[in-house]
């Protein structure tokens, strides 16, 4: 039996998304769930039947949790694992050595591509070779140590752990720096009591640029050691598994003073140290939040701060207090296990252009201290004008979002491009409210400025269609309406074309637009397993929302 057969969450995907991925689907094949990849030993499995909880269920959801997190790491630079450390042509007649000839700076470049075992390995080559891999920078990816067959990281034995972990300290220990990359992620941090402490001074004191660590539990909460604050060289931190370091009485001048981008993956971390990080990062750009623990507060603070993102904010109220250069607020997925609203606030926050998802049935949207109500008209102290780019997802039918809806509209009167999402909802809707939509009124982003709207999870719903006719009818701008329904809501194109057809009755604003009708490669749910944060980061990618698994095969 499926291990996630008769397990159902109240996520924003509706009653039919199950706890992890679907088997047999794009993100089971990405995302192997199914593997013991964290397993408990036995002291630990004690431990936790203690405190009353299920050990294997606990595995099998911290399993997913984890999974999730090595998918949502950004890429790390690319290496060849079938280089040779021989020219591959026969050796000249004279017997010279053609490659060590080679000026110095293409020799570098040649050594900076091998993984680091191989570049160590170079030294014997020649006199010539002896000093130039520890002259490099160095790019370090502990997945590249463990044995041929066994290096995704995510699946490691033990044994090959402790290897790992002590070639690594040979290597940060004879290596001069400074390390350009580090990607740690196989080892068992807990194992080896003082182990990371050491390894964090060495990087601290060699320079580290960029450095990705992620603990294998159990323990849960590992906590960061002090020497965690050591590493001033840092330009792109991304932390996973950990419990954050407390920050009272640090002295003033800790800080990471070249920072850009700090990813938070499942991380237990107060308020008050989320602000201290914050505060001491003062060219912090990019900002990545997955799967907050202990945070029931991000308030934003912050003169550099461009994007923002979260997946699976969980309890979390949002507070963009003063934020000038915020550009993009992405939360792509938050849940709340009390089932009450969390509080998503704008202030100061003048360069917001994109924004998403919102969800009327999770959020209450405040505005210049102003709270935003059902059946509201826009004022000037209750709209975001800069907001180009707006995601939303709404239970359609449900009276609460459909009144919410248009008030939430209204906010952002210049959005271009709506990406919309339709979620099923847990109860059932009721009689269908035909007056609904005539009695919104005007919103001015439908009718002046949206020129693209993409529909995610139509089911073809008469609460959908009133709704997508509503818009047809006063959208004078929009040249693209695009409709994606999941694979397997309908049994051909012919029925989903026939779904569709009662919206050719409406009498269209834009004789311009063009619908698109297209079916998602994922089910319902699919999608929440393979977000990651890199198109939302890349400040070249125009519409991140656009960009995900759900689309894939659409020419947007």
């Known amino acids: 039996m499926d291990r996630h057969q008769g397990q159902r969450c109240r996520c924003p995907h509706g009653p039919r998304c199950t706890r992890g991925p679907r088997h047999g689907g794009p993100a089971a094949a990405a995302l192997d769930t199914h593997v013991r990849a964290f397993p408990m030993d036995a002291d630990e499995q004690a431990l936790w039947r203690a405190c009353g909880m299920n050990p294997v269920s606990l595995e099998s959801d911290v399993t997913t949790m984890l999974t999730c997190l090595h998918y949502i790491l950004p890429g790390r630079p690319v290496v060849s694992h079938h280089a040779a450390l021989s020219a591959l042509l026969p050796p000249p007649h004279d017997g010279a050595d053609r490659i060590s000839d080679l000026p110095e700076d293409l020799l570098r470049n040649i050594v900076s591509r091998l993984p680091a075992k191989d570049g160590a390995r170079t030294a014997a080559l020649s006199c010539r070779w002896r000093t130039l891999w520890l002259s490099i920078p160095l790019v370090l990816v502990d997945a590249d140590l463990l044995p041929a067959g066994r290096r995704s990281g995510l699946q490691v034995a033990r044994a090959d752990a402790r290897r ?4 690594i300290t040979r290597i940060l220990e004879a290596h001069q720096g400074p390390f350009h990359f580090v990607h740690l992620i196989s080892c068992y941090m807990q194992e080896t009591p003082g182990l990371l402490a050491r390894w964090l001074q060495l990087l601290a004191v060699k320079g580290v640029r960029q450095l990705f660590l ?3 539990p159990w323990p849960l909460d590992m906590a960061l050691p002090a020497t965690f604050f050591g590493m001033a060289t840092l330009t792109r931190l991304y932390l996973g598994a950990f419990g954050f370091p407390r920050t009272a009485g640090l002295p003033r001048a800790v800080a990471f003073p070249h920072l850009r981008e700090l990813g938070l993956c499942c991380i237990a971390i107060q308020n008050r140290d989320m602000d201290f990080v914050l505060a001491r990062t003062p060219v912090l750009e990019i900002l990545c939040i997955q799967a907050n623990i202990l945070l029931k507060c991000l308030t934003l603070v912050s003169r550099s701060l461009r994007c923002v993102q979260i997946i699976e904010g969980i309890d979390l109220n949002i507070d963009v207090k003063d934020a000038p250069h915020l550009e993009r607020l992405i939360i792509w997925t938050s849940s709340a296990r009390d089932g009450l609203h969390r509080s998503l606030k704008i202030g100061h926050a003048p360069a917001l252009s994109m924004l998403g998802y919102l969800e009327p049935a999770r959020h209450v949207l405040e505005i210049s201290n102003t709270t935003i109500k059902a059946g509201m008209r826009a004022s000037h102290s209750t709209i975001v004008p800069s907001i180009k780019i707006l995601s939303l997802r709404v239970c359609f039918g449900i009276h609460y979002d459909d009144k919410m809806l248009p008030s939430f509209l209204r906010c952002f009167p210049n959005v271009e491009r709506l990406h919309l999402e339709s979620n099923e909802a847990h109860e059932p809707t009721g009689k269908l409210n035909t007056k609904c939509w005539k009695e919104a009124g005007p919103i001015e982003c439908i009718q002046s400025n949206i020129k693209l709207m993409i529909f995610y999870a139509f089911r073809g719903e008469r ?13 004078r ?7 994606v329904y999941c694979k397997g809501s309908f049994s051909s194109m012919t029925e989903a074309n026939s779904k569709v057809k009662p919206l050719f009755a409406a009498k269209w604003a834009s004789p311009d637009c063009v619908l698109q009708l297209f079916e998602s490669a994922l089910e319902v749910g699919d999608d929440k397993w393979l977000l990651n944060f890199e198109a939302g980061s890349d400040f070249s990618t125009r519409d991140p929302f656009a960009c995900t698994a759900a689309l894939r095969g659409c020419n947007i």
């Open 214 to 216: 992620v603990n294998r």
């Open 477 to 483: 701008m929009l040249t693209k309406l695009v409709i």
């Open 164 to 167: 790992v972990a002590s070639a």
């Open 463 to 475: 609460n959908e269609l009133s709704f997508l006719k509503f818009f047809l009818e006063n959208a």
